[in-house]
């Protein structure tokens, strides 16, 4: 017999069950090439502005379009948190600051206690550019890095939780999930189980990712990276184009008070292809998993769903794939897009700037259509939308999908 | 508090050839002696995958393999948690000096190995599994968030997990930074009932404040859970070959740890 241990314990309640508990989105914030708050992103969307450039990064010398954050090279870290200075740090402290993100974590912090909200983050490159920059200047000597070279505030993937639980003075459980451009989205997953099985009361969940050369130069050696802005869904599509962004949501339980037009969390789907390191399955079975899954847990069916913002990366490889699952699952009949023609590919912050910008979807009665695509591919059969449009979206299913095989749908919106 | 059941166990560290072979040291009745791990490929990839397997994906699929045998259970319907400080940490020092120079060429199977999640994707193609897989890190704290993920998983979503940990040293000059004392991995299959083949129960609570981490008795051993994040799960495994109820506290982050009671079955 296990003696029971009192002292201090945190989590109390095990209450397994099958179906998700809705948790309540109170708080989104998103900071990407289209500007700095959700409301640039939206504006964006709606005038069609895609935030692609030109590349010039560093001393890059690849012919491609990214899209950039010009804001970072000005952004100062908190003084205590100096030693967390990098580029994917300054983009998650830009962040934090928009959208009265830091105002509404307060006053969780203040309802549930520090130690009761957990910190989830996703990053598949964290501050690499750091130790990048760092190898140009080793000592000619003794090979060292340079001595102002932080690796566990910067390179370490750990870093970019570390620097949101301290900046947001968070205790609670913390993590930094890394499964390529699946992260962020996998971090919705993490918290609900969390909080249901009550290690905490509420979560911050979200991802950055930041440019470097890591990624600029490793898709471009798959080839994969495109020298045209990318084309999602185009038939002529020729690869991705590579973005920074951030974004952040606090998830708290819904209580008998919750608004019943509260932005809900209502379902999680995880699934892994078992096919390959870097091509999706060719039928999307990983991708139907996701998705089925993510419905079952919403207790919702596939006519539920009112828009899809698509993983959509315009590679020739996943646009088919995905392409493939959403028709399994979805038929032709929900409006999709994916919007990485605005924003490019934010890799590990992906799921979370795309799960937002489904939320704005819901809020503003609003579908993203697909800027750079022009002609659709005739091989895939779902209701793709190039053009912009409007109506009563209620619910709204997130796709990302990662190297190695790793999926993730989310469904976000309203429950009535 | 969770409350999960071990079904299979499997280790891989320096003079720890497998957790069935390093039983008695870790019980104390043989003592140990370091050497170093003996890194294989796992004879569960394909030839061309083998050939392409860093240090981590060796250590992932030899400890993960070794539990499975052991609980005698299917790979393809258990889910997932691989846990790790750093990742391939080879290949990021060769990547980034690639980088500093020109030209920078970075081979494709480089850029895939080098994301943190390299491990489970291979694992996943080896075993055939499409369960949901998480890969974490909270730094020093890996294993501790890897076994604090796994419980609720096995206790939310009533799922079978493998709880897969790893870590090994980098090259200069990142290893005079983050200096990793040695290869380590280990497994644990986690299931949320007890089965004919459960070895033990555990359970784990995530508790404020910082308590009394647990310390291995020998020296050696000691420090190899000191000096590898992964093998902050070692007095975990000493508790389950001394076959004897224990009480253990592993630390977490700066405010909190993990209160782990262990009871054979």
Known sequence: MLESYTTNIINIVNDGHSNLQPLVISRYTLANSLGLGSAATLEALRTRRSGLTPCVFEDVDLETYIAKVEALDAVRMRPDLSAYDCRNNRLAQLCLEQDGFLAATEAARQKYGAARIGVFMGTSTSGILQTELAYRHLDPQSGALPADFHYAETQNSYSLAGFVAHYLGLTGPSFVVSSACSSSAKVFANAVRMMAVGVCDAAVVGGVDSLCLSTLYGFNSLGLVSRSPCRPYDAERDGISIGEGAGFVLLERATAATSPEAMLLLGVGESSDAHHMSTPHPEGLGAIMAMQRALSAAGLQAHDIDYINLHGTATKSNDASEGKAVADVFGNKVACSSTKGWTGHLLGAAGISEAIIAMLAVEHGFIPGSVNTNRLDPAIVIDYRIENGTGEIKRVLSNSFGFGGSNCSLVLGKKS | MMRLYVEGIGLLGPGLDGWSASRDVLAGTTPYVAAPTSLRASDMLPAAERRRAGVPIKLALAVGQEAFLQAGRDTKTTSTVFTSSGGDNDNVHAINGILATAPREVSPTRFHNS???????????????????????????????????????????????????????????????????????????LTPRKTEKSLATIEVDIVSGNGQETAMRDAGLEALRSGVPAARGLPLLAALARGEAAQLCIAYLDDNHLDIRIAPC
């Open chain 2, 115 to 189: 994301v943190h999640n390299a491990a489970a994707g291979y694992w996943c193609i080896a075993a055939g599994t499409h369960e949901p897989s998480t890969s974490l890190c909270a730094y020093d704290a890996s294993f501790a968030a890897g076994l604090l993920e796994s419980a609720t998983q096995v206790t939310v979503d009533d799922a079978t997990v493998v709880l897969i940990a790893y870590d090994h040293p980098y090259p200069e000059p990142l290893n005079a930074v983050r200096p990793i004392a040695a290869a380590f991995g280990m497994a644990l299959i």
